[in-house]
């Protein structure tokens, strides 16, 4: 008769500990919602079983290999559009040889079954997937029913990316998972969701359930990243962990040259897709950024790091970023509004928690990345390492360890898996416990949002500041960005505040535009944060546009603009006044003669006049043949209204006024 350990979570959490578990025999340990925590190592007989049901989870101290024939079974749910990618990362390895982390093969992907084809929730049964032939584009759900019909995988879409053992970048770096490889431990791989049977599975309920088996994953796991280049990486164990803790082991900086890794994991994320074709995927990368490791109150730390939303792009058949088009055009970026899955400001801690079979991205950026029309620029990482010998070239290996792992159950917010609906809605976090934060989304042309994010902690300065920040992901040409020193461009910024601070942001419309574009600013998000004021500031035309009265839309022309636009605190724009002592030009408008004069007693050489209105358009743009004591234009044919008029001389001072045009 089978013995039967049965651990279940009634109406409190608890937790299970042991200093080490063998199952012997034709017997299982059954867990239901707990957390067991084990010592020592984990020896499954053959034949014998350890069901993790409703979210338990497992945690190892000791870094030991786990042993024997026996299986460990977890469930998780993917999404189920047959058109759509998870990344995932295997909690268990291949039990049938060697002892520890052997790594995984895609045969290990079960599903589990009832006799009815009833609730499947807590059984313990499974049956195997059917991994189809590359030439079959879609899978399909199984049946939930024993010896019935079973869930079929398209092996077409199983794939693998790994710098540290392939140099080459883009496309050609993924590698097929559809036949007999192992995939080590630690690494993540691709797999799409499946379309429902014909009247329905108890798997298929918002979300297609897996049933992953093997031998538990513990202990140090290594996998490797080549220079400029990427790693599909993902959670290895059967339990979630830290990605804030795991950043800080591999690319936390203390002194020197010594980080392996950017210091950010990315998440894929994608709308529901209605296609294969590649033209047609509208997805980005998410990106969980852990703003520093200042030890404090939240789970060891100061803050729980932030996310930042992804820009969902299009790409072309060989995976560079459209750039053309409109928001109405076949292949064109998509507009605002439906790009994100943005749900309000809960961004503090959300994706800390790398859920049970999660995959993402991890990186490293050795040398600076220069723009073009199919990349996004990036400086080189601070602090990384020149790299060592990897297979690739030059590279680095992190590491998973057990001080990573933590229990955390799927709460839609802080630990999910991509976006599987059956373990319930996206949850906000609480405001109150958040860094202040303010979001502000610049939308050129209406083609995208991009949302530029603010941070403000005493901890750091206007200058960079390591792990706290995250430059721009995703750039295309025409694009906006936070600057920060001479050159980066970031979507993430921190500082302490100050009200009399001025944060310069970069704004480019890119050459395909033959004409000036409308781009709108709007001050999304204010979280935690509540100044007075909040300012656009257009160092060309002196005017401060008031984000926190409604959103602005100014009509840009191409080019690329580094040092036009700022966000301020405070409108100082009341030091203007016609008469400046520094240039000693005066400027008025006469409406008698309906003339725009500005007069240049001291004879300065002007090098530009230039006339806009208010929502920063240029009116007119006039370089002087010769320098002289007035210029006069003509203002007949404009409309009534506040002008700015500006004066730029050659030794580079500047003078802007409002004058009032009535006609």
Known sequence: MKNIISLFLVSFAFQMATAQVWVKGD?????????????????????????????????????????????????????????TYNYWSSPVSDQTTGTGNTGFLNSQIKYPTTAAGTNTDNTITADDSQILDFSIRDGESDDATIGGSPLKIAGRWLYTYESGGNPATGYAGWSIFNGAQNTPAGQGFTMKGVNEIAGGSANYNGGQRYDFRGRPNNGTINLQIGNDNATLAGNPYPS???????????????????????????????QVETSHLLTSYLGGYARYVPMGFNPGTEN???????????????????????????????????????????????????????????????????????????????????????????????????????????????????SVFKSAPVNGNRLNSDAATQIPKMIINVVPNGLYARPLN????????????????????????????????????????????????AIPIGVEVGSSFTAPIDVEFELAFLINFDPNEVYLHDKTTEVYHDLKSGNKTLLIAPGHYTDRFEVTFKNTSSALSNEIEDTNFDIFQNNGSKELTILNPNLEDVANIALYDLAGRQIFSNKPASTEGSYSFETASLSSAIYIAKVTTVKNKEIAIKVSISN
Do not use: C
Request: aromatic share 12%; net charge negative; hydrophobic share 30%.
């Open 240 to 270: 979630a962990i830290d990605l804030k803790r795991f950043i800080e082991v591999n690319a936390a900086h203390t002194s020197g040259n010594d980080v392996k890794m950017d210091p950010w994991v990315e998440f894929w994320e994608s």
């Open 300 to 414: 060891g730390y100061a803050n729980s790091g932030t996310y930042l939303e992804p820009i969902f792009r299009r790409t072309d058949n060989d995976g560079n970023i459209i750039t053309s088009g409109t928001s109405t055009s076949a292949g064109g970026i998509t507009p605002p509004g439906t790009q994100t899955s943005y749900t309000g400001p809960g961004t503090d801690g959300r994706r800390r928690y790398a859920a049970i079979g999660q995959g993402f991205f991890i990186s490293r950026t050795n040398t600076d990345i220069p723009f073009t029309a199919t990349s996004f620029e990036q400086a080189r990482t601070p602090f990384i390492t020149a790299g060592s010998a990897v297979p690739s070239g030059l590279g680095e290996t992190v590491e998973f360890n057990n001080s990573m792992r933590f229990f955390q159950k799927e709460d839609g917010n802080t």
């Open 27 to 83: 017997n299982f340990i059954y867990s239901k919602g707990t957390n067991i925590f084990v010592k020592n190592k984990i020896n499954l007989d053959t034949d014998s079983k350890f069901y993790l049901r409703e979210e338990a989870q497992l945690i190892q101290d000791d870094d030991v290999p786990n042993e024997g024939a026996g299986i460990i079974s977890v469930f998780q749910e993917g999404t189920t559009n047959s058109y």
């Open 454 to 501: 603010f941070a403000f902690d005493n901890s750091t300065s206007q200058a960079y500041d390591y792990a706290w920040e995250s430059p721009l992901s995703g750039r295309v040409d025409t694009d906006a960005y936070i600057k920060i020193g001479a050159q980066g461009e970031y979507g993430l910024s921190s500082q302490a505040f100050d009200e009399n601070m």
